[in-house]
């Protein structure tokens, strides 16, 4: 059984930067595609990027040129690289694991395997 814990969350200035990590622990995260979401007080949970098993990866508009997602399967580690932060990125961050084959589809639904619970990210001055 898969288990994902997040680490890295703060309070950073608008500008500034965070690294999250999600490890992994149970089974090598190098068999899953992974992923970021996160969810803004009082808004529902919105997907960030993913990277597959191959090491492809994918953002959503409002977080491409400033987050990177890598993955170090040495380590069986995800990673967030977020600059550039906005007030507008503060929120829950969860990584989520998906096995499937179709985890481009189950990415954007938000249909995942194992989730993490969470790492607060608070940008603000």
């Known amino acids: 059984q898969l288990q994902l814990v997040e680490s890295g969350g703060g309070l950073v200035q608008p500008g500034g930067s965070l690294r999250l990590s999600c490890a992994g622990s149970g089974s090598t995260l190098r068999n899953y595609a992974i992923g970021w979401f996160r969810q803004a007080p009082g808004k529902e949970r919105e997907w960030v990027s993913y990277?597959?098993?191959?090491?492809?990866?994918n953002y959503a508009d409002s977080v491409k040129g400033r987050f990177t997602i890598s993955r170090d399967n040495a380590k069986n580690t995800v990673f967030l690289q977020m600059n550039s932060l906005k007030s507008g990125d503060t929120g829950d961050y969860f990584c989520a694991a998906t096995a499937s084959a179709f985890f481009s589809t189950r990415f954007v639904r938000g249909d995942m395997d194992y989730w993490g619970k969470g790492t607060l990210v608070t940008v603000s001055s």
């Open positions: 990277i597959s098993d191959g090491g492809r990866t």
